[in-house]
């Protein structure tokens, strides 16, 4: 059998996966769940009827993301990951005959999802600094009339967080819907949720993979108008969010206090490792999210990549992405794991 046309030269998302001492590669949190999390976690799963379907529609969970956010579970979507997500987005609103625009260099997988359900993909590029070129924008949207238009803010791999002014650029200049992806939400210091409204076509995703603790756990959620949600819900499978999964991410939701402190503590962190960056001989991007974009200033960046993977430090090779030529992005872990970062990074440029 031959696969679809469209996707015979697509590949899929691949991140290595390595035994190194220090892996600071995939954006994860370095820190596990609160304890007392998962002590609740596994007296939850105690009481499950394992042999009854999951709650369809989730409730519990969008109550618990609802109130969080300041809005009713019928403005809340859950999927497993925020993939999953942006493809309830795509199977809704996009389709054959229907565009997505994206702005690059950012997350692969907007296009990715996009390309696999049909949809044609339409790109932007961004500025020289990696902002979003506004004139750029206009001339996307002009010529494509895209039916929905990816924004990632925190911006991954970059680190950029996008301004209110520009999603309120785009609200006006696009006739789709505008999806702001703020995996890294929670290490930003604003967040578009608070641009929602029900006479608006923008959506918000967030995961609880990064700043919960809970990448294993693959769940993801959007904050949007109900009218959007309800179009969303039709395209996904029955049962699509297993019993397990929901009570983990009603029973995280109980624990914001910890959350903030880790995020606080990442923050922190980050400050330190771009402050050791800006020691060494790379050149480095501000980050608003829990990732620090870097090229070194002489050498290859592949060869950096290997030197810091010999020395059992992973970070995630961005030097042969276009527009990233020589260029890396590392995780900010624990401080203990920073540090072994940077001693390593400064082993490998001498």
């Not at 007296?43 to 394992?50: L, N, P």
């Not at 969303?232 to 397990?244: A, N, S």
């Not at 923050?267 to 991007?285: C, F, I, K, N, P």
């Amino acid at each position: 059998m031959k696969v679809r046309d469209d996707l015979d030269q697509l590949e899929g998302y691949h991140s290595p996966q390595v035994d190194v001492a220090v892996r600071l590669n995939t954006n994860e949190s370095p820190y596990p769940p609160p304890a007392a999390w998962q002590d609740a976690f596994a007296e939850e799963v105690k009481r499950i009827q394992f042999q009854r379907y999951p709650d369809r529609e989730a409730t519990a969970l969008r109550a618990a993301i609802g109130d969080q956010h300041g809005v009713g579970p019928e403005c809340v979507l859950a999927a497993n990951g925020s993939n999953e997500v942006i493809q309830a987005v795509c199977l809704a609103f996009g389709g054959a005959g229907r565009s997505a625009a994206v702005f690059k260099p950012t997350y692969l997988m907007h296009s990715h999802i996009a390309r696999i359900t049909g949809t044609t993909v339409v790109e932007g590029e961004r500025g020289p600094d990696f902002s979003l070129d506004l004139d750029e924008v206009e001339r996307v949207v002009s010529a494509h009339a895209p039916a929905i238009t990816f924004l990632c803010s925190p911006n991954n791999p970059t680190g950029r967080l996008e301004p209110p002014e520009a999603v309120d650029r785009l609200l006006a200049l696009t006739p789709g819907l505008v999806v702001v992806d703020e995996a890294y939400g929670q290490f930003a210091p604003r967040s578009a949720i608070e641009q929602i409204a029900d006479d608006r076509p923008l959506v918000v995703v967030r995961t609880f993979s990064k700043t919960w603790s809970m990448a294993a756990a693959r769940l993801g959620y959007l904050v949007g108008p109900a009218e959007i949600v309800r179009a969303l819900e039709g395209v996904l499978l029955p049962y699509h969010l297993d019993t397990v999964k929901q009570a983990a991410g009603r029973l995280a939701l109980r624990y914001k206090t910890e959350m903030e402190e880790r995020v606080a503590s990442i923050v922190e962190e980050r400050g330190r490792l771009v402050a050791g960056l800006s020691d060494l001989a790379v050149d480095v991007w501000p980050s608003a999210a829990n990732f620090i974009l870097f090229r070194p200033q002489a050498g290859d960046g592949d060869a950096v990549w290997q030197g810091l993977l010999d020395r059992s430090v992973l970070v995630r090779n961005c030097a042969s992405w276009p527009r990233l030529e020589g260029c890396l992005r590392v995780t900010v872990g624990t401080p203990e794991e920073n540090e072994a970062f940077l001693a390593a990074l400064a082993e490998v440029l001498g």
